[in-house]
């Protein structure tokens, strides 16, 4: 039997993303499962259903609450929380660094670097300048991995991870892939993890 | 100090908002909360936005993943779960007799009734005579019950309750409302709850 995994998908502008960026380590790690960090882009997906920025822009009421929601859930989390202006900030460079992380092994830290540097240190990772610094602050000099971010391959990489989000039916981030089954939403995180652990079988009677 | 109590909003056409009502007598006990039920109608406040049907109709990977979830959640909380043909229901009649009922003090069974019948049972509560049948088994004669919600006060109040959740910024179902923040969704019964004993000044730092 394989050992149990999860794909963890985030897009760096969405604020449940950095709720469950921050606690997935730790959860996973308690339930022995195995998560693959896999940053895409929500702009493509909200565009092809005629949004052109985020539902929480779209739609005053869901955002206002959204807002309060991410500041309560952060509060009983113990984690710190800024509102991050503009909102949503631009994601591209950021994601496309991230997947030069991850295939270098310092991605996962620099996933969390960006999140708090965004949600709550207040910084703008829509400017490259800014994701230098997180680079530094990881000890990871930033020209050759931004010139390698800049590349076709990184940059192809990133479009694929896109489709393959669309392609599972994703529609928001988190999300969460275990054993074929999808979670949407930093509150599945638990529910992903045991169905990693244990199965879809096993866990989730389907009906007839 | 008032003993704790907590607004719980739902619509009867709404999934979430079955599990919700599910699960919030026992809880509510447990927490010592006191729950007022609060019927209302999403449809107003979705033509609002500019939506004519639910957005799980509107948004197919959106509909796709609804229907998985609640089937998940469901099933993992041992609830007996079935599709709705059509979805959404119409739920206007069934909201109208829950106010009759919730002034006559079988309104919470009733509740309940009308969701099981509709998402345990698959019948269809638009029907007449489906809401007849959940207030035969409730041992509440039909008639004049339906004549009541059919009159002008009963039609006046569940409008009142549809503006008042709409001043009140809920934009889905099922919400909650304690020492006056609002919560959105089944998942948020709990922080609810919580917020409801010991106030939002002391479960939750608000920022700055």
Same mark, same amino acid.
């Given at each position: 039997? *394989?050992?149990?995994? #999860? +794909? =963890?998908?985030?897009?760096?502008?969405?604020?449940? $993303?950095?709720? &469950? !960026?921050? %606690?997935?380590?730790?959860?996973?790690?308690?339930?022995?499962?195995?998560?693959?960090?896999?940053?895409?882009?929500?702009?493509?997906?909200?565009?092809?259903?005629?949004?052109?920025?985020?539902?929480?822009?779209?739609?005053?009421?869901?955002?206002?609450?959204?807002?309060?929601?991410?500041?309560?859930?952060? *509060?009983?989390?113990? #984690? +710190? =929380?800024?509102?991050?202006?503009?909102?949503?900030? $631009?994601?591209? &460079? !950021?994601? %496309?660094?991230?997947?030069?992380?991850?295939?270098?092994?310092?991605?996962?830290?620099?996933?969390?670097?960006?999140?708090?540097?965004?949600?709550?240190?207040?910084?703008?990772?829509?400017?490259?300048?800014?994701?230098?610094?997180?680079?530094?602050?990881?000890?990871?000099?930033?020209?050759?991995?931004?010139?390698?971010?800049?590349?076709?391959?990184?940059?192809?990489?990133?479009?694929?991870?896109?489709?393959?989000?669309?392609?599972?039916?994703?529609?928001?981030?988190?999300?969460?892939?275990?054993?074929?089954?999808?979670?949407?939403?930093?509150?599945?995180?638990?529910?992903?993890?045991?169905?990693?652990?244990?199965?879809?079988?096993?866990?989730?009677?389907?009906?007839?």
């Amino acid at each position: 039997m *394989a050992a149990p995994s #999860l +794909a =963890f998908w985030f897009e760096f502008a969405s604020t449940y $993303s950095y709720v &469950a !960026a921050m %606690r997935i380590g730790a959860l996973a790690a308690k339930a022995n499962v195995a998560v693959q960090w896999r940053p895409f882009l929500l702009g493509p997906i909200f565009k092809a259903q005629g949004w052109d920025t985020s539902p929480f822009n779209l739609y005053p009421a869901k955002g206002r609450y959204m807002w309060r929601d991410v500041e309560r859930q952060c *509060a009983e989390l113990g #984690l +710190a =929380f800024r509102r991050p202006d503009p909102f949503p900030q $631009s994601s591209l &460079a !950021a994601a %496309r660094v991230a997947l030069v992380g991850l295939d270098e092994g310092w991605g996962e830290e620099f996933c969390r670097a960006v999140f708090r540097a965004e949600f709550a240190d207040g910084r703008n990772i829509g400017d490259a300048a800014v994701v230098a610094d997180v680079l530094c602050a990881l000890d990871v000099a930033p020209e050759p991995v931004l010139a390698r971010a800049q590349g076709d391959d990184i940059k192809a990489e990133l479009r694929r991870q896109t489709e393959e989000a669309q392609r599972l039916g994703l529609f928001g981030a988190p999300s969460f892939v275990a054993d074929g089954e999808l979670f949407w939403g930093n509150d599945r995180l638990e529910q992903a993890l045991r169905c990693a652990q244990l199965g879809s079988s096993m866990t989730i009677r389907t009906s007839s």
